[in-house]
């Protein structure tokens, strides 16, 4: 039985779907492929402190979509240093998934080679209260220490990022009334006015820690240009 023209038409276009949807996914699954990038180590010598604030940035499908909520920045993920006898740890609120280190969906606290190589970063930026403001040490420390009390409650984490609701959390907010209980008075400009389908009201993005003159890079990691978050997929 021959196959009138219009049905070969419609197979065709069906089959080119099919190897289209097949090569996107291909596609996708290689740009958000952890594995692909090398593993991040601080250097033995660096001196970080508790309180010190950490961004980064990453491949992976999660990082890719908060940068893409970000205007494609370059950070997707905020968490604050804690250093101990035991060694450096980092503070941060996560939602769960694919290397949170087991304490995924709260706020958490993971030592900090887990941090760097769990989920696929490829961008670092270790930032410092400047010494010019006053009690910079101090206030450091009780960011740090509120922090601390953050996950020692489990405080989950804010998938809707509602920074007008602190019984929940996102990276961001954690670090921001950490200092801002600490009594460090954050700039205006950190907060932004954000109207999408998932954020509809005030949001702070790990980027606008970045964009704070009073504090001064402590450490820097960018990737080889081939790893580099980029805006495509």
């Known amino acids: 039985m021959r196959v009138p023209g219009r049905k070969r038409l419609l197979v065709a276009a069906l089959c ?12 996708l699954h290689r ?3 952890t594995t692909r990038v090398d593993d991040i180590a601080a250097p033995d010598q660096l001196d970080l402190r508790s309180g010190d604030i950490i961004v980064a940035g990453g491949v992976s499908l999660q990082s890719r979509l908060v940068r893409q909520l970000t205007d494609n920045s370059r950070y997707s993920h905020v968490g604050m240093i804690e250093a101990t006898p035991a060694g450096l740890f980092v503070i941060h609120a996560a939602p769960k998934g694919e290397g949170d280190g087991g304490v995924g969906g709260k706020v958490g606290r993971i030592p ?11 961008t670092i930026k270790v930032m410092r209260l400047s010494a010019e403001r006053a009690a910079a040490d101090q206030v450091a420390k009780d960011a740090c220490a509120y922090a601390v009390r953050c996950a020692q409650q489990d405080i989950p984490f804010d998938a809707k990022f509602d920074l007008e609701e602190q019984e ?11 200092y801002q209980r600490a009594g460090y008075d954050w700039p205006d400009t950190l907060v932004a006015d954000v109207s999408t389908l998932i954020v509809d009201g005030p949001l702070i993005t790990p980027d606008a820690f970045v964009d704070c003159d009073d504090f001064e890079t402590v450490w820097e990691y960018q990737p080889p240009e081939e790893t580099a978050p980029r805006n495509q997929s």
């Open 31 to 33: 740009a958000t492929d």
């Open 16 to 27: 080119l779907l099919v190897v289209g949807a097949a090569l996107a996914g291909w596609q």
């Open 168 to 178: 929940r959390m996102y990276c961001s907010e954690l670090i921001y009334l950490a």
């Open 112 to 122: 900090l080679d887990l941090f760097l190589t769990e989920r696929g970063y490829v």
